[in-house]
């Protein structure tokens, strides 16, 4: 670092270091979901999951049949 003719500080070769966290993964159980979702809406959690869009839901469909057929032709190929 230096100063230039406007006593403006100059910033030469100046490293910022970069902290890289460890990615932490905990799996919670059941209760612990439940008494966090409480602790967040006051309600429980609803019993199941709502229903995905219709052309989500196609899309999905779709692509495991395509996995599917691909593995069952690829098992008689070989």
Not at 44 to 60: H, N, Y
Not at 62 to 70: E, G, H, P, R
């Amino acid at each position: 670092m230096g100063l230039d003719d406007n006593s403006k500080i100059l910033m030469d070769n100046v490293k910022e270091e970069k902290v890289v966290w460890p990615r932490l993964f905990i799996a919670l159980s059941n209760k612990e979901k439940e008494e966090d979702f409480m602790a967040m809406k006051g309600c429980k959690p609803p019993q199941r999951p709502k229903k995905r869009a219709k052309l989500i839901q196609r899309t999905l469909l779709v692509s495991q049949l395509n996995i599917y057929t691909i593995k069952g032709i690829w098992g008689l190929l070989k």
